[in-house]
């Protein structure tokens, strides 16, 4: 979703009044709906700025990455609510109503996901958000990706993306089978709400086979995205920009194989190089 806007270009020593579209950032309250014995309890858990579009996918792939549920099917239905505001004339409220919450710690939660875009860890509360609940590795053995497949699917996610074009201003997460092809993409500002935004979405077509597929991200690889592709079970993460030291740690701890700065002929391995099939 984009927006155009005024703008004033300088280009070979000139300079022009242009119309230039732009990605829209806007917030977006979630609340979950839950019962507390026999009440119905409405809590807001999380403010996170988003592209809007997908809002349920980001919520259910949040509630699900984040393991405040641990089944999808848990969640019972997701529906936007309030009156639409603001000059995009949006909903920016959405509520999430489960139907398992016998572990539903509302205290923990709200310490722990006050979230932004821009920032993922750096944006929770506190240190309590650094736990990871996985206990189990992730097979090594699968999927096997080929480093052709490997180096082309950044640009692959990008040919597919439909707002990067307009706007250079937007993330994406792309799930691709081992031989290359798309399953799925999802865009937003935010490269954690575009992650959210996938996993929802193929948790609830029920299409994700992480032994035969992979994902890639635009943008750079920190902890989130690594302790998000993990709850899936996701074995190898592939990324254009550069991993931070904690999604390596995090990243060698869970058997995942971590790549990044993927160009069209060069790519680093940070973690667990034997899922990747190089030719010489």
């Given at each position: 979703?984009n ?63 984040e ?21 995009y ?74 707002e ?57 690889l ?7 592709a ?51």
């Amino acid at each position: 979703m984009n927006s155009k806007y005024k703008v004033l270009k300088y280009e070979s020593n000139n300079a022009s009044n242009i119309d230039d579209l732009i990605s829209i950032e806007e917030p977006l309250e979630i609340t979950i709906k839950f019962k507390n014995k026999e009440t119905w309890v409405e809590n807001t858990i999380s403010i996170t700025m988003r592209t809007p579009g997908n809002d349920e996918d980001l919520v259910r792939g949040f509630l699900f990455n984040e393991r405040i549920i641990q089944k999808i099917e848990y969640i019972d239905k997701i529906e936007s609510v309030g009156e639409n505001v603001g000059q995009y004339n949006l909903k920016n409220k959405i509520i999430a109503t489960i139907n398992n919450s016998e572990n539903v710690d509302i205290d923990k939660i709200k310490r722990n996901f006050l979230t932004n875009s821009s920032c993922g860890v750096c944006g929770k509360t506190s240190l309590d958000s650094l736990e990871i609940i996985k206990k189990d590795k992730i097979l090594k053995s699968l999927p096997k990706i080929s480093h052709e497949i490997l180096m082309k699917s950044p640009s692959i996610l990008r040919e597919n993306q439909s707002e990067f074009s307009k706007t250079g201003g937007i993330h994406a997460s792309g799930l691709f089978s081992e031989e290359g092809n798309v399953i799925a993409i999802k865009e937003d500002v935010g490269r954690h709400n575009a992650l959210d935004k996938l996993i929802g979405f193929v948790l609830k077509k029920k299409i994700l086979n992480p032994s035969k597929q992979f994902l890639t991200c635009s943008g750079r690889l920190n902890f989130e995205l690594v302790q998000k592709a993990l709850m899936s079970n996701i074995g190898v993460l592939i990324g254009v920009g550069a991993p931070t030291s904690l999604a390596i740690d995090l990243a060698n701890k869970f058997d995942m194989t971590l790549v990044g700065f993927v160009k069209q002929n060069s790519f680093n391995i940070y973690s667990n190089k034997e899922r990747i099939i190089i030719k010489n």
